[in-house]
């Protein structure tokens, strides 16, 4: 028997808790879930599955029985009337998450069980591009004209402020629905009650647009440090807010992709204790098999120079040593790039104003570097330490810069920075350090 407490999840389902119930789903593995599922009623099956990721239920799925799983393709259907209470009483932005995840006929036939509101807005979020932030937005906020005293503001807000995402900040909007200025809500109630709202305005307001990436909302709030920020249409209107919550859960989900990017997998894991075996090896198979082909290249550079090997046998002792060196400085280098451009730090016109403190940067490192294996080999082989220096020297200098460029190149051709991973990094830093090493060993040593 699982230990772990079923009959929980399905109290949070009865009680319609659906954080409680979103954080229980989330410490089970999927042997776990799987059990759930073949031990719920009809209804309690249908709204535990569709709390699962898309790759969570597709893991789930395979492990339950063939009956099971058509109760679960039917489900839908036979519970309509639950369904369409569950869907209207989300959020409007984690409805329309949670319709974004279905195949579009589902999706559609479930739209037929919200209500005429409900709907509107639901066919208005899910008509913005995946990933935008009209996608994460709620329309659930206050707004009022600039000609509302305070004492008239407060009575709407105590009006219409029961279903607000936020109170934190009032919207001043013109007859037409055009953002005009945005006012906390401490101004609001710290005003004298007869004064008007467009006496506490400033004409000044930072926004984000429904059509920008997701990405874009993050660095804003990072930026302007605020909670909560109003979303425009092109001309202006406003049409929705983004709360900091929903952009924390953004930008952990992009850091996700980026850290699993940044490490040769080709898209972002769940937790490895709910991966299946099958899954890890497909996401991580195609880079490792890819990079083999491109270190196929160290070794044909080793065969090209083995009469220098013949000659100075020690050079082999200190290959793994140098490019060792070579990938860690890239893959140093990248990572502070690559942080930088997601920060909004640095942008792309920036590379040649960094591409010359990076050079004196790896200079002084490569130098540091030298000593230290100019050491190592004065009781070794002697006979090669200046070989050695020049060539760490040569060898960070080199990966360190490749560790900055890449991120950059890749920006500029609308590739995720973050696809500059360390192993690619490592894997070139390897051969260009194999080259630069016995290119200037067989030079100095006049083979």
Known sequence: MLNFDVKALFRYIRKKSWKELQAAIDELDNLQLAEAINRGSEFEVVVLFRFLSREQAKEVFQELSHDKQEEIVNGLAQHASKVAELLNDMEPDDRTAFLGELPGEVAQRLMQLLTPDNREVATRLLGYPEDSIGRLMTPEYVAVKPHFT????????????????????IYVVDDNWKLIDDIRIREVILASPE?????????????????????????????????????????????????????????????????????????????????????????????????????????????????????TLSLVFFLPLLIGCGGNAGSQSATLMIRALAMGDVEIRDWTKLLGKEFLVSLLLGLTMALAVSFLSAFRAPEIMLVLAVTMILIVITGSLIGMLLPFLFTRLKIDPATASAPLITSLADILGVLIYFTVASRMLGF
């Open 150 to 169: 305070v004492e008239e503001t407060l009575a709407h807000i105590r009006k219409y402020g029961r279903d607000s995402e936020t109170l934190n900040v």
């Open 195 to 311: 004064q008007c709202i467009s006496d506490l305005i400033d004409y000044k307001f930072t926004s984000l647009n429904a059509f920008d990436d997701q990405e874009t909302a993050v660095s804003a709030f990072k930026m302007y440090d605020r909670v909560v920020l109003p979303v425009l249409d092109t001309a202006g209107t406003l049409l929705g807010i983004v709360t900091i919550d929903d952009v924390f859960e953004i930008a952990e989900e992009e850091e996700t992709e980026d850290f699993h990017k940044f490490g040769a997998l080709q898209d972002a894991i769940v937790s490895p204790l709910q991966a299946s075996v099958s899954f890890l090896y497909k996401k991580r198979m195609f880079w490792l098999t890819a990079l083999v082909f491109v270190n196929v290249f160290s070794g044909a550079i080793i065969q090209n120079f083995e009469n220098v090997l013949e000659r």
